[in-house]
């Protein structure tokens, strides 16, 4: 179990250096391209990270009212709210704010900034199908995205995510409207032509690069905090049940989005049967349940 978190820590720092180096390829390329220079991206980044700072701050209460969660007190649903706090105990963690969603499908999500402005929302779906200890490795699971920092991490990365699509469509539209250099030395000229079309070439692949980055990092995570759910309840067994049981059911979420569809344990959006092929993978927000699975009873 600590090898996996180990490993998963290591791959997903290698990715957001990856992806702080592709948004900075993406800015030498607007410069390079542009009669604006730096003026202009340095106008995208305030406007990118003064989005992002709302998301960061009112994020969380965006989610929750979009799944329709309800905030629950410790008499509304004892047995849930004690498996968190005896969860929370031993993790040596803040108990987040407990909400359920009323919805039939097995699922359940955390969110919130730092663990002191965290929550936690589960379907009334996944409390009644789900036997004690299963429901206990999916709460132990979203614990941990809290714990690890993950929510944080994934604002970081949409972050960057958005920084990259608006100076991608922003340097199209300048292009498009005739806002490209011209050089007047024949020499220089064709240095500088080179160096556009590779220039033309990241801005117009980099939004696909960094949606697939994303993905990558939210798989990575998935992983993460399966393992450090494992650490909670010592039973890999009871998550890797819950996941089977959330691959079969048949129910989806009836209030679901893009946006918000890597939160939850499982992709709201997630096929029916097994997921196969490497490019629905590729542009999935979560690993295969199977390969999960797998993992969860390969840890000993």
């Known amino acids: 179990m600590y090898s996996q978190i180990t490993a998963n820590k290591r791959r997903s720092i290698i990715l957001i250096i990856i992806f702080i180096a592709l948004a900075a390829g993406v800015g030498w390329a607007f410069s390079l391209y542009t009669d604006f220079g730096y003026g202009a991206l340095v106008f995208a980044l305030i406007f990118s990270f003064g989005t992002a700072l709302f998301g960061y701050y009112k994020g969380d209460a965006v989610a929750l009212a979009s799944s329709g969660a309800k905030k629950i007190k410790k008499e509304d649903n004892p047995y849930v709210y004690r498996m968190v706090e005896n969860l929370c105990i031993t993790a040596g963690m803040q108990v987040p704010k407990v909400h359920i969603i009323d919805d039939s499908a097995i699922n359940a999500f955390a969110t919130g900034r730092d663990p002191k402005h965290a929550s936690i929302a589960v379907t009334t779906g996944a409390i009644q199908k789900l036997e004690n200890e299963e429901l206990e490795g999916v709460i132990a699971h979203e614990l941990s995205h809290i714990k690890n920092y993950d929510i944080r991490l994934m604002t970081l990365v949409i972050i960057l995510v958005g920084v990259i699509a608006l100076l991608a469509d922003w340097f199209l539209r300048i292009q498009?409207?005739?806002?490209?250099?011209?050089?007047?030395?024949?020499?220089?000229?064709?240095?500088?032509a080179i160096f556009m079309i590779i220039g033309l070439a990241l801005i117009i692949l980099s939004?696909?690069?960094?949606?697939?980055?994303?993905?990558?990092?939210?798989?990575?995570?998935?992983?993460?905090?399966?393992?450090?759910?494992?650490?909670?309840?010592?039973?890999?067994?009871?998550?890797?049940?819950?996941?089977?049981k959330i691959g079969?059911?048949?129910?989806?979420?009836?209030?679901?989005?893009?946006?918000?569809?890597?939160?939850?344990?499982?992709?709201?959006?997630k096929p029916k049967g097994k997921s196969k092929g490497r490019i629905r993978k590729l542009f999935s927000t979560h690993p295969p349940v199977e390969e999960r699975v797998a993992t969860l009873r390969g840890m000993a």
Not at 177 to 192: P, Y
């Open 207 to 244: 939004p696909i690069i960094a949606q697939l980055i994303k993905f990558a990092v939210s798989r990575k995570r998935e992983f993460l905090a399966d393992a450090s759910g494992v650490m909670l309840t010592r039973y890999p067994e009871g998550l890797a049940r819950a996941l089977e």
């Open 248 to 269: 079969k059911d048949s129910a989806r979420l009836k209030r679901r989005n893009h946006a918000t569809a890597h939160l939850f344990i499982s992709s709201p959006f």
């Open 176 to 192: 498009f409207w005739g806002g490209g250099r011209r050089s007047s030395n024949r020499e220089g000229g064709q240095a500088q």
